[in-house]
């Protein structure tokens, strides 16, 4: 069984930054494509970014280019998501997501990612 535990949101001002975790178990975590989605309040989960298994292949969402990064570290079973410049509109709460099948892409809809977190709330207000 494959656990995966977000941390690192809350409430920031706007043009502020957040970096979000997720500790993944399991022991083949390298293995895993990794990707963070997103859910605001009266709408669908939607696709924020993702990494590929060997780290070689990122994708973001068209609103998040340029203000956020995902990474992962292997040594610590643990994916992040850097956030800079944050906007009122990226408040939503987030989740991490694993694909378990080693894919070369990155798939940008929900279906493929085989275990999600239970999500971690974001905030950017004045």
């Known amino acids: 069984q494959v656990q995966l535990v977000e941390s690192g949101g809350g409430l920031v001002q706007p043009g502020g930054s957040l970096r979000l975790s997720c500790i993944v178990s399991?022991?083949?975590?390298?293995?895993?494509?990794m990707a963070w989605f997103r859910q605001a309040p009266g709408k669908e989960r939607g696709f924020v970014a993702g990494l590929s298994w060997s780290g070689g292949t990122t994708n973001y969402a068209d609103s998040v280019k340029g203000r956020f990064t995902i990474s992962r570290d292997n040594a610590k079973n643990t994916v992040y998501l850097q956030m800079n410049n944050l906007k009122p509109e990226d408040t939503a709460v987030y989740y991490c997501?694993?694909?378990?099948?080693?894919?070369?892409?990155?798939?940008?809809?929900?279906?493929?990612?085989?275990?999600w977190g239970q999500g971690t709330q974001v905030t950017v207000s004045s």
């Open positions: 997501a694993a694909d378990l099948a080693a894919l070369p892409v990155v798939p940008t809809q929900a279906g493929p990612y085989n275990y």
């Open positions: 399991g022991r083949t975590f390298r293995r895993y494509g």
